[in-house]
C-alpha cells in the first residue's frame, strides 16, 4: 500500500481515510457466520448471574483523556451512573449492547454484553475516589464496585506510560502492551501554525500554514473553531485540489511524521501593533490498533479470532488539537521620505502605462491603460489616477484583477482602462502618472512614473464642430463646493467717529443755507442785469427823437449851405439811428430787413413801414449817386420828418 | 491779549493733534487686526478690533471684520450683533447682508417674519438701498437741482427751458424730501439702540418684568429682537413673529 494517501477532505472538514491497519469487519462476521450456522440447532444455555463490572485505568495524568467502562452481562435498564469528582466528562454515556451464541461441549451458551462508557479528562492532581454504577437487570439491582482512580501530575511522561500509539509503519512492535482505553500523546499528533514572518510592516502579507503532523493514522478530522483574524485582512489561499489535502513527510527531532496541510492563509495587518491570531481547534480521530481481547469468554475460538491477522481491533480517539497562540508584530510604515502620491501599496510592483493611440479625431475615443504587477496586496491596492485635460469626456475605468496565489503569497495584475473621449481639437498632453509602493524588503518607498503622452486631436466631423450647438446643452450651473462667510474688508478703515452722521447738524443746514443763499443772490443779481438791459433800451427809445431831430437839423444846415454829401450821410445816420433806436436793434444787426421784421413785430401798419424803407432807400441811393438836384434833398427832407413824424405817433 | 490768543492756538492744534494721532493709531490696529484674520489668530484680531471700538471710532469694514472674527470662532451671537452694527451704518451693503443671513442659520431660532405690506416694504427697501450718510450727500444734491431747476424756471427766456425747470424742480423736490426724511429716520436709529440680540444660550420671555410671571416664550442665543420699552433692568421686546414680552436687559446686547 502506498506511503502516501489522499486525505478525503468534504465541506464539513470531516475526513475519514482508509489505512492497512482499519479494521476489517468482513473477517470476523465471515467467521461469525460460520459459527451460527453450526450452533443453530443446538439447544440454548442459561447464562450466568447478572453482573456489572468496571474497567478503568487505576493511574492518569492531569490532562489525559480516558475511558471508564462499565461492563453488564444481561440486559438491563435504568442505568445510574457514579459521579466522577475531580474529572470532568468528555463523553458519554456512549451504550452499546451486542449479543453472542456459543457452544461448548454441545450445550450453548448465549452471552448479552451491555458496555457503558465514559470518556472522563482529569483536571487536577489527587486521587480520587469513583463510586458504584447501579443497574436493574430483570427487577434485581447490581452495582459494580467502586474504585480509585490516582492523577499524576503532568510530566510529559504520560504519554509514553500509557503508550497507545502506533502508526502504519510500527504498528507490529507495538503488539506488547495491552490496554483497554488506548491514548495518543502530544508527540504523536499535534497541530502547527507556521508563518512565514513574524515582523511585518502594516499591509505586508504574511502567509499562515497550519499543518497536521502525526505518527498515527487519522480516520477523520473537523475544524472546531477556525482562527480569528481581528485586524488582518485574509485570503485562504489552501491548495485542495478535489478537496483532498496534500501530504507529505517531514522530519522533526529525527522522527518522522506525515503532515498533511491544512489550512493556507494570506494575512495582511491592516494596523499597526502587536497584533494576535487566535488559535485553530480541530478534532480529529486517530485510529489505534489495540489487542482486541475485550470479550471475556473462554471461547476457543477467540484464540482464532484474536489472532493478529484476524482480528485487529482498531480504537477511534478521539483527539482535540489546537495551534499555539500565534502573535505578530506589526510595525507603522515609516512616515518619512513618504511620497504624496503614496497610496498604501505595499509590495514589489512595476508599473507601466499604455494607450491605444495618440491621434484622433473628436469625438472619437481612446484607451489609456495602467498596469500595476507584482507580488503584494494586489486585491486591495488603489491605483492611481490620471489627470486629464478639462474637455476630455472621461468614463470611470474599468479595473480588472487578476490575483495569484502561491505558497509565497497574493501577486498579481491590476489593470485600469479608462476610455477617454476628447471633445475639442487641439493638442493635448496626458502627465505621467505617478504610483508608490513600500518595499518590505528593503524598507523604502519606491515611485514609478508612467509614460506621459501627447495626444493630437484634429477636428473631426460633426459634433462639436461647428456651431458648438452639441454644447448647449452640456451646460452646467456652477457647482458650489461650500459655503462660508464672505471675506473680511481689508481696505481703508473708513473710521469715523461714532455718532457722526453730517444730516442734521449744524454744517448740513449751513450748507442748505449757504445754497439758498447763493439761489438767492444769483437771481437777484439776474433780475438786475435784465433790468439794466431793458433800461439802455428805454433809454434808446426816449432819446431816438431827440437825435433823430438833432440830426435833422444838421442836415437842414448842409441843406442850405447845399453840401450834398454831409448832408446825405446826415439823414441816412437820422432815419438807421432813430429807427435802431426805437425798435432796439443792434447797429451791427442794422439792415432793411431786420428794420421791416422788427416794424411787423411791433405791429406798425404796413404803409408805413413801406414808406420809411422806400425813405431809407432813397436816402441810400441819393448818397451814393451824387450830382442829383435840390429838389430831390429838399423832398427826402420833408419825407424823413415826415414818416419820424409818423412813426413817432405808431411807436 | 495776544499772548492768550497764542495760547488758545496751542491747546486747539494740541487737541487736534491728538486726535489725528488716535485716528491713525486706530487705523494701524485695524491694519494689523486684519493681518491676523489672515493669518487666522481670530481672537488676537479682535483683540486688536476691540482697541479700534475703544477709541469711539467705528466703520462698516471694522464691525464687518469683527464680526467676521467671532463667526470663525463660531461665537455666532457676537458675530450677528457686530453685522447688525455694521448695517446700521449701511443698511445696503451686500457683503454685510450675505454673512448676517450666512450667520442667522448657525443659530437656534429660525422665527418667521411677520409678512410686511409692500408699501412698508417699498419704502424701507428704498430707504436701505442707501446709508444715511449717502442719503444726506443726495438731499444736498437734490437740494442743489432744485434750486437750479428753480432758477430756470424763473429766469429762461424759452418757454422750452421753463418747462424743463418746472418738472426738474418737481422731481427734485420729492427726491429732497425723501432723501431727508430717509437720512433723518436713520440717524434717529442711529442714535437709539432700540434693537438687541440675544446673548444668554437659553431664555425665557415673560410677561410682565418680574421673575415669577408667566412664561411666554423661550428664545435661544443670536436672535435678534426689538426693544420697545425699559423698566428696571427689563426691557419689553418684540421679535419677528410679532411677539412680545418682557426680558432682563442682561441677557441680551443691544445697538
Known amino acids: 500500500m502506498k506511503r502516501r494517501e489522499n486525505w478525503r477532505m468534504p465541506k464539513k472538514r470531516k475526513i475519514v481515510f482508509l489505512q492497512r491497519v482499519n479494521n476489517r469487519p468482513m473477517k470476523k462476521i465471515f467467521g461469525l457466520l460460520v459459527f451460527v450456522l453450526c450452533v443453530a440447532p443446538l439447544t440454548m444455555r442459561a447464562q450466568d448471574d447478572p453482573k456489572l463490572t468496571v474497567s478503568a485505568k487505576k493511574q492518569v495524568v492531569v490532562g489525559e483523556r480516558f475511558q471508564v467502562v462499565f461492563e453488564a452481562n444481561a440486559e438491563g435498564k435504568n442505568f445510574s451512573a457514579p459521579s466522577f469528582d475531580g474529572f470532568t466528562v468528555v463523553g458519554g454515556p456512549f451504550t452499546s449492547t451486542s449479543s453472542s451464541f456459543s457452544m461448548v461441549n454441545g450445550s450453548m451458551s448465549h452471552t448479552v454484553k451491555c458496555t457503558y462508557t465514559f470518556a472522563l479528562q482529569a483536571y487536577k492532581e489527587g486521587t480520587f475516589h469513583v463510586g458504584s454504577a447501579s443497574l436493574t437487570v430483570k427487577g434485581d439491582k447490581i452495582s459494580s464496585e467502586p474504585f480509585d482512580i490516582q492523577v499524576l501530575p503532568d510530566d510529559g511522561s504520560y504519554a509514553s506510560t500509557s503508550g497507545g500509539g502506533s502508526s502504519g509503519s510500527n504498528q507490529g512492535q507495538s503488539q506488547g502492551q495491552n490496554t483497554n482505553d488506548p491514548q495518543v500523546s502530544g508527540k504523536d499528533l499535534f497541530l502547527k501554525v507556521i508563518p512565514s514572518k513574524k515582523s511585518v510592516y502594516v499591509g505586508e502579507q504574511i502567509v499562515l500554514t497550519y499543518k497536521l503532523y502525526t505518527k498515527v493514522p487519522v480516520s477523520s478530522l473537523q475544524v472546531d473553531k477556525m482562527p480569528s483574524y481581528a485586524g488582518f485582512w485574509t485570503k485562504d489561499i489552501s491548495d485542495n485540489n478535489g478537496g483532498s489535502l496534500r501530504q507529505s513527510s517531514e522530519y522533526v527531532n529525527g522522527t518522522e511524521y506525515t503532515v498533511a496541510e491544512i489550512q493556507r492563509v494570506v494575512v495582511v495587518p491592516q494596523r499597526s501593533g502587536k497584533l494576535d491570531i487566535e488559535p485553530m481547534t480541530i478534532e480529529c480521530i486517530a485510529q489505534i490498533r489495540t489487542e482486541g481481547n475485550n470479550r471475556r469468554s473462554n471461547d476457543p475460538f477467540d484464540i482464532f479470532f484474536n489472532d493478529p491477522f484476524f482480528n485487529r481491533n482498531i480504537a477511534n480517539v478521539k483527539k482535540e488539537l489546537s495551534t499555539a497562540n500565534l502573535s505578530i508584530d506589526v510595525k507603522n510604515l515609516p512616515v518619512d521620505k513618504k511620497p504624496n502620491s503614496f497610496a498604501g501599496a505595499v509590495g514589489n510592483y512595476n508599473f507601466k502605462s499604455d494607450i491605444d493611440k495618440t491621434e484622433l479625431k473628436t469625438n472619437e475615443a481612446f484607451t489609456l491603460t495602467l498596469t500595476v504587477s507584482g507580488t503584494g496586496n494586489i486585491e486591495l491596492l488603489q491605483m492611481p489616477e490620471p489627470n486629464f485635460p478639462p474637455d476630455f469626456e472621461v468614463y470611470d475605468p474599468k479595473i480588472t484583477t487578476s490575483a495569484n496565489t502561491s505558497v509565497n503569497g497574493l501577486s498579481g495584475t491590476k489593470k485600469a482602462e479608462y476610455l477617454v473621449i476628447p471633445r475639442r481639437a487641439g493638442t493635448f498632453t496626458l502627465a505621467p502618472v505617478e504610483f508608490s509602493f513600500f518595499n518590505p524588503a528593503n524598507g523604502s518607498y519606491s515611485s514609478l512614473m508612467s509614460d506621459g503622452y501627447a495626444i493630437e486631436v484634429e477636428k473631426g466631423m460633426g459634433g462639436e464642430g461647428d456651431d458648438g450647438s452639441i454644447y448647449a446643452s452640456n451646460q452646467e450651473g456652477i457647482k458650489y463646493l461650500g459655503s462660508d462667510i464672505r471675506h473680511i474688508m481689508t481696505g481703508k478703515a473708513q473710521l469715523k467717529p461714532r455718532h457722526s452722521a453730517f444730516f442734521g447738524t449744524s454744517a448740513y443746514f449751513v450748507a442748505l443755507l449757504a445754497m439758498l443763499l447763493a439761489f438767492i443772490v444769483l437771481l437777484l443779481l439776474s433780475k438786475k442785469h435784465e433790468q439794466q438791459k431793458q433800461d439802455t433800451a428805454a433809454n434808446r427809445n426816449k432819446k431816438a427823437t431827440k437825435v433823430a431831430r438833432g440830426r435833422l437839423k444838421k442836415a437842414d444846415q448842409y441843406l442850405k449851405v447845399k453840401d450834398q454829401d454831409k448832408f446825405y450821410v446826415e439823414m441816412s445816420q437820422a432815419l438807421w439811428g432813430y429807427i435802431a433806436d426805437k425798435l432796439g436793434i443792434e447797429r451791427s444787426k442794422l439792415s432793411m430787413d431786420t428794420v421791416s421784421e422788427a416794424m411787423k413785430e411791433k405791429n406798425v401798419p404796413d404803409d408805413l413801414t413801406q414808406q420809411f424803407i422806400d425813405t431809407l432807400n432813397n436816402c441810400e441811393f441819393a448818397r451814393f449817386a451824387p450830382g442829383s438836384a435840390e429838389e430831390k434833398m429838399d423832398d427826402l427832407y420833408r419825407k424823413g420828418i415826415e414818416v419820424i413824424t409818423k412813426a413817432e405817433k405808431v411807436l | ?255
Open chain 2, 1 to 255: 491779549m495776544k499772548r492768550y490768543t497764542l495760547l488758545i492756538l496751542v491747546i486747539l492744534s494740541l487737541a487736534f493733534s491728538v486726535k489725528v494721532y488716535a485716528q491713525q493709531d486706530a487705523e494701524r490696529w485695524f491694519e494689523q487686526a486684519n493681518a491676523a484674520y489672515n493669518a487666522g489668530s481670530y481672537d488676537t484680531a479682535l483683540m486688536l478690533y476691540d482697541q479700534v471700538v475703544a477709541t469711539e471710532l467705528e466703520s462698516v469694514p471694522l464691525y464687518f471684520n469683527m464680526g467676521n472674527a467671532y463667526y470663525k470662532m463660531r461665537e455666532y451671537p457676537m458675530a450677528i450683533y457686530y453685522y447688525e452694527k455694521a448695517l446700521k451704518i449701511d443698511p445696503s451693503n451686500e457683503d454685510v447682508r450675505t454673512n448676517l443671513a450666512i450667520a442667522n442659520l448657525a443659530i437656534v431660532d429660525k422665527i418667521e417674519e411677520v409678512p410686511q405690506s409692500f408699501i412698508v416694504k417699498g419704502w424701507n427697501g428704498l430707504k436701505n438701498a442707501f446709508s444715511g450718510q449717502q442719503w444726506t450727500v443726495l438731499s444736498l444734491v437734490a437740494f442743489a437741482l432744485l434750486l437750479v431747476s428753480a432758477f430756470l424756471f424763473l429766469r429762461a427766456r424759452r418757454m422750452g427751458m421753463r418747462k424743463l425747470g418746472f418738472f426738474m424742480g418737481l422731481v427734485m423736490l420729492l427726491v429732497f424730501a425723501l432723501s431727508v426724511i430717509f437720512a433723518a429716520q436713520l440717524k434717529q436709529a442711529s442714535m437709539t439702540e432700540d434693537q438687541a440680540i440675544i446673548m444668554a444660550p437659553t431664555v425665557t420671555v415673560k410677561s410682565t418684568p418680574n421673575e415669577v410671571s408667566v412664561d411666554l416664550f423661550v428664545l435661544h442665543e443670536g436672535t435678534k429682537v426689538e426693544i420697545l420699552d425699559h423698566a428696571d433692568g427689563w426691557n419689553k421686546i418684540k421679535i419677528g413673529n410679532g411677539s412680545i414680552g418682557w426680558l432682563q436687559a442682561d441677557y441680551m446686547r443691544s445697538f
